[in-house]
Nanobody, 120 residues
């Protein structure tokens, strides 16, 4: 599976950004697409995920109520709408297919990451 993420950038606190991620390849056997983020000198953190069957959504506690993950009808592209951004949302955002980070071990398919910077 190949993933291409886009939409990062610089925004002021309180602003909004939308990330998108297009998947190609063997996605038919996958279960979820989602996003993690990593700030400098911090561990990679779960942000949001959506199940490819059923469209169930999951969010990290720090983004609940501010971020919304969605997918298109073809299920190969997901979006992350980020509202009311805070400086602590700054980091590299990685798109994943069936991605997990357990005990520092990263599994699944990952995109190249897109930088999100929120200024105060």
């Amino acid at each position: 599976v190949q993933l291409q993420a886009s939409g990062g950038g610089l925004v002021q606190a309180g602003g909004s950004l939308t990330l998108s991620c297009a998947a190609s390849g063997r996605t038919y056997s996958s279960y979820t697409m989602g996003w993690f983020r990593q700030a400098p000198e911090k561990e990679r953190e779960f942000v949001a995920a959506i199940s490819l069957a059923g469209g169930f959504t999951f969010y990290g506690d720090s983004v609940k109520g501010r971020f919304t993950i969605s997918r298109d009808g073809n299920r190969d592209t997901v979006y992350l709408q980020m509202n009311n951004l805070k400086p602590e949302d700054t980091g590299v955002y990685y798109c994943t297919v069936d991605g997990t980070v357990i005990g520092g071990v990263i599994s699944g398919s990952w995109g190249q990451g897109t930088q999100v910077t929120v200024s105060s």
